[in-house]
């Protein structure tokens, strides 16, 4: 078995920023990263099914449901200029730690009666800190033709995160935790305000967040690439601007942004789109549709293997016709009222968005790494991605209002990312294969 086939053989880039670390450091720290965003993005998903379930228990409008992310991605917005600079200028294991203690605050607010759309802007803050340090730290931790693969990892274990979080946020947020523990603690002399099911869930997810932030701490430090020179407020707006021209100029950069942007856009849409469809469609409950969206997940953890095999950094663009492919499966999505059917479609929309999103997603890892900094340069690709989404979430939540049938969203949503995907596609399409 040699270095690249075995997951324990993770080794460093040897440069003046990123000294040798010793192999047993490498292989614990790596493994700390990966189990550190793990456990993050598990509580990242669980908590949103349970707010969406405190929202329904509210009584709030149907709108308000895709309105609940458009809060959390909105300070990803805001302070795109603000946290690559953070990031980049401490070790990033520190900033990921500060971040998870923020969504531990965020879930505790709303445990204590904060109306559920500004705690989870809260905990949003928290991801929109913690998103460029796990990204960056790849970077630094290992060589080029390893970006793939640790995506791959990284990816994988999110994407588990997500089928676990959406299977594990149907269970606890399901009428038996309401009538199984909530009765428990309800018998209890002290049961800290917990009375219904989703406050349950939202007390599961404070632990869950507990553990990430203690897993953080242990990341081994690496030293800081680029310095914080300057604390400035508009400084830092300007250079934000300078390194998001900077990638939008650069030809590689400009189609892993356009394409890695469109798929979390498009997909965060489609994990609304399912609940939705779900109920209308198959006659599922909350509880079964949240699970069905972990179906997607699976696929996604498919392709993302596949294209850690068999597609290097280097070819990435080749992929773009996959994206052309899934706009036009998620149209079957229309014709499908048997959920095992609708279990091969979900599935199949999953394989291919997995295929062309890591190479693309590690393209432009490297491509920014390269240009500005990693840490400057995800948190362009964020602001892109959450802007993409913040986008997306508004027109469906106006389509929503607007009373459209589900199979009608179904049709725009499907059409608009094989149009899109055609268009990058016909733009990039015969860029040629680089070396970095």
Not at 230 to 254: A, C, N, T
Not at 360 to 377: D, K
């Amino acid at each position: 078995m040699n270095k690249f086939s075995d997951p324990l053989a993770v080794i460093s880039p040897i440069t003046d920023a990123t000294p040798a670390l010793a192999e047993n450091t490498m292989k614990r720290g790596f493994y700390t990263i990966l189990a550190a965003q793990f456990f993050s993005s598990l509580g990242d998903n669980v908590l949103l099914f349970a707010a969406i379930a405190l929202l329904k228990s509210m009584d709030a409008p149907a709108w308000q449901i895709p309105v609940l992310q458009q809060f959390f991605v909105f300070a990803f917005i805001l302070l795109a200029p603000f946290v690559g600079s953070y990031a980049d200028a401490l070790p990033k294991g520190q900033v990921m730690f500060i971040s998870n203690s923020i969504k531990i605050l965020g879930c505790l607010a709303m445990l204590l009666g904060l109306h559920p759309l500004i705690a989870y802007g809260f905990v949003g803050l928290g991801a929109a800190l913690y998103s460029p340090a796990k990204y960056g730290i790849l970077t630094e931790y290992l060589p080029v033709e390893r970006l793939v693969w640790a995506n791959g990892w990284m990816e994988g274990l999110t994407v588990a995160a997500i089928i676990l979080g959406a299977i594990f946020g149907g269970l606890i947020i399901g009428p038996r935790a309401e009538g199984q523990i909530v009765r428990q603690l309800n018998e209890m002399a002290f049961n800290g305000g917990i009375d219904t099911a989703p406050e349950f869930a939202i007390l599961v997810i404070l632990g869950i967040y507990l553990i990430a932030a203690v897993l953080n701490y242990f990341i081994p430090k690496l030293a800081i690439e680029h310095a914080l020179t300057h604390r400035d407020p508009i400084f830092l707006v300007k250079e934000f601007r300078q390194s998001f021209v900077m990638l939008w100029k650069d030809s590689l950069g400009q189609v892993s942004l356009a394409v890695t942007s469109l798929f979390w856009g498009a997909g965060t849409c489609l994990r609304f789109i399912i609940l939705a469809w779900s109920a209308a469609a198959l006659k599922l409950e909350l509880e079964q549709a949240t699970q069905l969206t972990a179906v997607v997940a699976v696929g996604l953890a498919i392709g993302s293997i596949i294209a850690a095999k068999s597609v290097p950094v280097t070819h990435a663009v080749k992929v773009l016709p996959l994206g052309i492919a899934m706009g036009l499966v998620v149209l079957a999505m229309v014709w499908v009222t048997d959920w095992q059917v609708a279990l091969l479609l979900l599935i199949i929309i999953g394989i291919l968005a997995g295929s062309f999103l890591i190479p693309l997603n590690a393209l432009l890892q490297l491509r920014g790494h390269l240009l500005m900094g990693s840490g400057h340069s995800i948190a362009v690709q964020n602001f892109n991605e959450n802007l993409s989404i913040l986008l997306m979430l508004g027109a469906y939540s106006l389509m929503i209002k607007a009373d459209f049938s589900i199979d009608t969203i179904v049709i725009v949503f499907g059409l608009f990312i094989a149009f899109s995907m055609g268009v990058i596609h016909r733009i990039h399409g015969h860029d040629q294969d680089f070396n970095p």
